[in-house]
């Protein structure tokens, strides 16, 4: 393996990771991703919403359905003529005709409980409709403002590209198919330099003395702990 061929290659290939971190840290795509959740939330309030403005319409149509019921009690209690009655069947009249009073007042009660429940729903859902649109739209701006930023840096990123072309042809295939191998992982720089005899020049773990007489043997190792390839410096 020609160590300095794939040195000069990575070199360059910084040029690509730095235009990639920065698109990943673009503040458009960060913000793209709040608004996101944002929406996934909203969204799920919305369907929230919409079951319990469903079950309050249910709840809404039993109790009207028992209202009118006990009301047409009333009204046939009220028609009775007491005139032809008993005071036993008086005072037994009067005590119904209160008891279904009694149970309208509640009913009533209850019609405007829910009327309330339905208008905090409906004012709700307005509210949660109008986050949604105006997630979209600003989630739409920051795609837009991400490939404005995304297409400025083609440029560089073309150039870089061409010479790593270029570079890549002094690279066994080999050493170029391990290469991609490990940035197709996320891991960059990929090789890197003994230190002190003993340690990861990347993130400084002491090498078992093992491997180190290995890579005196073929002269690249694998760091047990971030994974990258370890070459022995030049003396």
Do not use: W
């Not at 040195?7 to 458009?28: C, M, W």
């Not at 913000?31 to 919409?50: I, S, V």
């Not at 279904?100 to 709700?124: A, R, Y």
């Not at 971030?226 to 070459?231: A, D, L, P, V």
């Amino acid at each position: 393996m020609n160590i300095e061929n794939i040195l000069k290659y990575q070199k360059a290939d910084k040029g690509l990771v730095d235009i990639e971190n920065r698109l990943k840290k673009s503040p458009y795509k960060a913000k793209e991703a709040e608004l996101q959740n944002t929406k996934k939330k909203a969204t799920a309030d919305y369907r929230d919403q919409e079951v319990r403005g469903q079950k309050f319409l249910k709840d809404f149509e039993n109790i009207k359905k028992n209202f009118d019921m006990t009301e047409k009690k009333l009204k046939e209690i009220l028609a009775k003529d007491v005139s032809s009655m008993s005071i036993e069947e008086i005072e037994r009249t009067q005590a119904i005709k209160e008891k279904i009073e009694h149970n309208l007042k509640i009913l009533q009660k209850m019609f405007k409980e829910l009327d309330d429940g339905i208008s905090s729903v409906t004012s709700e859902r307005i509210k949660t409709v109008s986050a949604v649109n105006d997630s979209n739209a600003k989630i739409g701006l920051c795609k837009k403002k991400f490939e404005e930023e995304e297409q400025s840096l083609l440029p560089e990123k073309a150039k870089i590209e061409k010479d790593l072309k270029v570079l890549e042809k002094d690279v066994d295939s080999e050493t170029m198919e391990k290469y991609r191998k490990k940035r197709q992982d996320g891991i960059f720089p990929v090789f890197v330099e003994l230190e002190m005899g003993a340690y990861c020049g990347f993130c400084r773990m002491e090498q078992p003395k093992v491997a180190l007489s290995h890579l005196k043997e073929t002269g690249v190792i694998t760091c047990e702990h971030c994974k990258r390839y370890i070459y022995a410096p030049k003396k």
